[in-house]
């Protein structure tokens, strides 16, 4: 292998690594939105249930 080739190989393994970290980053950071997202929805639910019982009570 010439070392042009070399160099050429060496920048197409960096480009792929830094496309994985940045697939990987991007991830978490999705599932920590979901995360936080169904968390909202749970607690939006609570407190319409809670609306709903303290209506049906009166």
């Known amino acids: 292998m010439t070392t042009p ?3 050429i ?3 197409v393994v ?3 690594v830094l ?3 940045v697939g990987v ?3 978490i950071y999705g599932c920590n939105t ?3 997202v169904g ?3 749970q607690k939006a639910g609570e407190k319409v249930g809670g609306a709903i019982e303290r209506a049906g009570n009166k």
């Open 5 to 7: 080739q070399k160099w």
């Open 9 to 11: 190989l060496f920048g």
């Open 14 to 16: 960096k480009v792929l």
């Open 19 to 21: 496309t994985v970290a």
């Open 25 to 27: 980053v991007f991830s």
């Open 34 to 36: 979901v995360r936080g």
């Open 39 to 41: 968390q909202d929805i």
